[in-house]
């Protein structure tokens, strides 16, 4: 099913007073509406917006506006925002590269210096650049289709999760914890990273239990090992595996799956490329 996410962007000076509207003219200031089409649903409520992928909603939008290779201006909404979803800039007559990016990830730092953002914990980021002239002819709205520039890594525990588990331990050794926002790349890898999940009591005894990570990745896929472990609270491991050459690429999961607490490796992986149809393999 297609989902679509319809983010407004008023660009101009927005004012109901005809005599200002007529000086934004002269100067070649224009209002310009941004559409923003992507694998979203965009829901409006009362007072409030949400951007929704997979059934779960984004937390952060930003916009960055580059005139001349340079940054003049910047948006951050948070889904608390009543316009979240519907960011304002006022763009002055000439080009402008507007770069895009909406993300759920955990505590998200921005550094214009670098051109990046960065998480503690990535979760599913949306991203695209623009390039807009801004003159009497520039239409009042414009679509742009914004694309998934994240991977997922899907570990599923095929036996039953012991009483007394307390975590998996997920360590992939080479990891993407942010990405550029004028070129969409990942940056800031970090290695032997080790990703925490508390595990819920309702999935003790439980078979195929499922957990995943996101990472920033290029169209072209790219290869880590994964360690994973589940541990009691007192921090005993409970059982273990690794899997060697995992791959990941953009807009795909990749589906690790195994005996994790009998301590057995099984080698084997089939591939899907579709983000529907996931990569398979087991541990």
């Not at 201006?73 to 979803?85: K, N």
Request: negative net charge; contains cysteine.
């Amino acid at each position: 099913m297609k989902k679509v996410l319809l983010m407004a962007l008023a660009v101009g000076l927005l004012t109901a007073c005809s005599q200002v509207s007529d000086e934004v003219e002269m100067n070649g200031s224009k209002d310009v509406q941004f559409k923003l089409d992507g694998d979203f649903i965009f829901e409006i409520m009362p007072f409030t917006r949400s951007l929704d992928a997979d059934g779960k909603s984004m937390t952060d939008v930003w916009i960055f506006d580059y005139v001349g290779g340079s940054l003049v201006q910047q948006i951050h909404q948070v889904s608390t925002d009543d316009d979240f979803g519907s960011p304002t800039l006022t763009l002055s007559p000439g080009a402008h590269h507007v770069y895009c990016a909406t993300s759920r990830g955990n505590t998200p730092v921005v550094d214009t210096d670098a051109a990046t953002i960065t998480f503690t914990r990535p979760s599913d980021t949306f991203w695209k650049d623009y390039e807009i002239t801004v003159s009497p002819s520039t239409p009042a709205s414009v679509s742009v289709a914004c694309d998934r520039i994240v991977s997922k890594l899907k570990i599923v525990v095929t036996d039953a999760v012991p009483e007394g588990a307390a975590t998996f331990n997920v360590t992939p050794h080479t990891w993407y914890y942010g990405f550029n926002y004028t070129t969409g790349v990942p940056v800031a890898a970090q290695t032997d990273a080790v990703s925490t999940i508390s595990i819920p009591s309702s999935v003790i005894g439980q078979t195929d239990t499922s957990i995943s990570i996101f990472t920033f990745s290029a169209t072209t896929a790219w290869d880590s090992n994964v360690a994973v472990n589940s541990k009691n609270g007192n921090g005993d491991v409970l059982g273990s595996a690794s899997v060697a050459n995992v791959p990941f690429e953009r807009n795909r999961i990749t589906v690790v799956s195994g005996v994790l607490y009998a301590d057995v490796l099984v080698a084997g992986l089939t591939l899907n490329a579709d983000w529907e149809n996931d990569y398979e393999m087991t541990f």
